[in-house]
Structures are given as C-alpha cells and as structure tokens.
C-alpha cells in the first residue's frame, strides 16, 4: 500500500508544482515573457554564430510561444492532479484497475517531461542557442524539472501487484 499511496503523492506534487509554476506566469506575466523575448530573439547568443537566422524578433510569436508553454503547464499540471486523484481512489483495489488508473496520470507527467526536454532543452537550448547566454539561460531549471518528472514517471511505471 506505501508504494501505491506514494505513486499518488508524488504525482499529485508534480501536478502542484506543474499548475502553480503555470499561475505564477499568468499573474506575474511580464517577468517570464522578457525571458522568453531574449532566447527566441537570440540577442545574448555569441555575435559569431551562423545560427542567427533562427533569431524570432516578432512580438507577436514571443506572445505566443510563451501562452504555449503557460497552457503546457496548466494542462500537465491538471492532468497529474487529476491523476493523482484517480490513483488515491483506486488505492485498494486490485491490481489491475490501479495499474489501469495510472493513464491520466502519465499523460500529466509526459506532457510536463515534453514541456521542459523539447521546449527548454531541444527549441530554447539548441534551436535558440540558449546555452550561449550568460543571463537568459534556462537550461538548469528545466533539467531540474524534467529530472523530477522524469523519476516519478520511471516510479509511477513499475506495475503494482496484489495487495496483500
């Protein structure tokens, strides 16, 4: 029962951490929609690079490459909290219905793996050369992300036998 009860706790903090990260960006929108401007502009990217031509300086696109990653956020989020509820109240029941009831919830957390591997790490570190820049640099934090999502999705994986 620890495992089972500690598969939902997990995943249900993953959707907290998912959903509050998402508020934060719609309440303090400004703050991370500069960060976004910067790395899709590439302006902090080495001036040697041949890579500029990927450079977006549309504020329009910055606008919505950032809703993108807000909506991400909230949608995995949502999706790991409801997750987590349909895995506490499938808790004592068999193994099969609780190994059935993991789906919403590993949506949730590919969803949120998806988020900060290929958007943070594949579009804004590669694409965007975001690597390069000693200020606009999100690479750390999204790995921190993906690590934790990553480890709960491994943990949340392992089928569950019988209780007994």
Known sequence: MIARLSKALLVLFVGLILLLVGINNIIDYQTNFVFVQHVMAMDTA?????LMWRAVAHT???????AFIIAAELVSGGLCAAGAW????ARGAGAARFNAMKDTAIAGLVCGFTLYFFGFLVIG????????SQTWNAQASAFRFLASIGLVLIFLNQRDEELA
């Open 46 to 50: 080495s001036p040697d690079t041949t």
């Open 60 to 66: 329009a696109l910055h606008h919505a490459a950032y």
């Open 86 to 89: 349909r895995l506490w109240g």
């Open 125 to 132: 570190g590669e694409w965007f050369q975001m690597w390069q």
